[in-house]
């Protein structure tokens, strides 16, 4: 195969980038661990073998063969590779690169939200990055389907990653989804380096992979062997070569990249030296170039990786199989320790010899190359990729009415009131309801979808009717897709629903179209998918994700399906305001807010109204409820929306002596308010605190504290200022379905002792009043706790319940 002249040239020149690549990932590392100052005086680390397996490919697509709307996402561990690339390409600073790892210096691992050369996608947590490519295909793929983004080329979405990463389930839940939904224009490029972590991974599982991916309608291209192996295996001898090749364990081969050419010929000469053709096809190479050969793998040989990303002529999902070698071009070479390893001053001073780079110019960018900077230069400039200048884009906010219409029933549950909610929207032909886009992972209909999937429909690439329809067979549900329907149904896998919500939740910045995505699942199973949501919220992805039925609440379900952490998780989660409602009015007010929020990016400002930093948006987590309350008949004040969406409003304001205070959230209110009827008649001042969010509580009162620290004295929370005029001697009880230290920090706002009520114990079946009877969240164990920390005489109704 010879290459056309214009490829020949341009290989000339990706030679030269590739060793700058390679060296500049290698130095990048090296300063951060040696040179820059330290005052930690431990090693900050970095992955030179793990860096140096993918500097062939990277160079390959980012200097060849990516167009701005190709998106990828980059093996953790191949950062400085791509921190390199950006630095040659003009998008990325010198300082950034010298404080590599450092604070505010290029991150470790890629990072949308805290490098600044143009990351389409973190990574980090294995396997998500690579996901999160497929389902960004889906994203791109809905968005196109309901007739927006036209005007711009279509993307492909390609991760980079490692063999090992192929471990991770995430990937291959994934990929079942993918088939499912007629997944396209998405390229997986395996660096397979045979190494893991710890390890040199098992024999021969590429063919595994191969059927595997062969089987979900994946294309599968091997890159074995590089131009030089293929040249060699035409010479005489070179068919014993290559079945040597094919034979050789994964372990032997990685020691003998590591030993060296020597190494290799007498292995070689041993195992197949004949006297014949081959040991001639030995003989007639050097040390050096033997070596050479043997390295010269498919994924380190850019004429075949370029020639294979070329081949491609359909835009089916495509796997690519690269053979690598970790620490490839390093010292390390092969090495099975190499992963962390980091070379040694005295190698790095070889490793300079050998890239021709002289002290005290390793920054620079045309150092050591031997092809003139001009046309070094003029290659960069006519580098597809980095052409159309910003790829990050824009999409306009979509306005929101703060009054969401809703008809609310005397009874009714959180989770009933979100349904009817979101019918409502989809009654109407608004920008709004055009741009919400819900999915779940096979809850929608038990977590209250169904009226929105039966006005909306459900998403296809191809239209689908529903059979119980067109035999007239009588069903509550809808279940027509087509291409425009607004409803992307998952498989059960949790962690597919959060990599959905965050391509969904990320459309604005990739496809320039905002999507403002909603996903339900039960409660419990947050934790299923928690570091894919931890991973949504890193990359700064919107979304809502409304989480029903929720605590021991769902009481018959029985425990395994309660959740007793999850509020934690909500305060807990960065980029995540968490909400427990418990009246619907309440629902509707924080509804509205979060459709907005999820739309806000206003840099990292912090209000002083609240203390929150509401206008830098994020994403919202409800934790909605099936049980039906009586619903509180009000007017829905400007004053009580603040309230609500700031996290807590009195709903019986405390007097100058109050002795008692109940503060509880979501669906035990029926519990507080009926506590606080029956202790009203022994405790003549109690105050009865809604709190409709100890997330942004918790977050305001924080933020309050710090702006005082640094000198703002006037700064107060919402919490500070609702408990303002409670006496010293107040207790406080709080309540709520879920681990009671969700609330119990609230005595540390203004000194008063606090009872913390909530779950701790999973398990058991029975009725709603069964279990809040046993877990003590019902009114007697809050009369109980009132009782034992607020002063006064014996509440009489102890007991009654
Ligand atoms: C979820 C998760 N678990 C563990 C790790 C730690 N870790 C980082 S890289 C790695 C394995 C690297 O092997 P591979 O994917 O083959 O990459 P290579 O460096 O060989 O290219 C591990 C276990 C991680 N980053 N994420
Ligand atoms: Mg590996």
New binding site residues.
Partial sequence: MTPPPSLTRDLAILTELERKVLWLASWTIHHANHVRENSDGVKVGG?Q??SA??ATIMTALYFHTLRPADRVAV???AAPNFHAIQYLLGRQSRDKLENFRGYKGAQSYPSRTKDTDDVDFST????LGVAQTLFSSLAQDYVRAHGWALDRPEGRMIAL?????LD?GNIFEAMLEGWKQGLRNCWWIV?Y?R???DAV?REGLWQRYENLFRNFGWDVVVLKYGSLQQAAFGEPGGDVLRQWIDRCPNQLYSALVFQGGAAWRKRLLDEIGDQGPVTQLIERRSDDELARLMNNLGGHDLASIIAAFNGIDHDRPVCFIAYTI?GYGLPFAGHKDN?AGLMTPAQMEAFRGAMNIRPDHEWERFEGLTLPEADIQGFLDRVPFARAGERRLQAARIPVPENLAITIQPQMSTQTGFGSLLNEIAREQTPLAARIVTTSPDVTVSTNLGPWVNRRGLFARESLADTFKSERIPSTFNWDFSPKGQHIELGIAEMNLFGALSALGLSHAINGERLLPIGTLYDPFIARGL?ALNYACYQDARFILVATPSGITLAPEGGAHQSIAEPLIGMAQDGLAAFEPAFVDELAVILSFALDYIQRAGGDETSERNWLRDETGGSIYLRLSTRPIDQIKRAMTAELRHAIVDGAYWLRQPGPNCQVVVAYSGAVAPEAIQAIGLMAEDRRDVGLLAITSSDRLNAGWTAACRARERGLVHARSHIERLFAGLPRHCGIVSVIDAHPATLAWLGAVGGHRVRPLGVEHFGQTGTVADLYRHYGIDANAIIAAAQAIAPGRPIRYLGAA
């Fill in positions: 992955h073998a793990s397996s993918l093996k953790p561990h980090g947590s294995v396997g990653l490692g063999d090992a990463e991770e660096d380096n190494q893991s972590l991974v970790k992963h570091d």
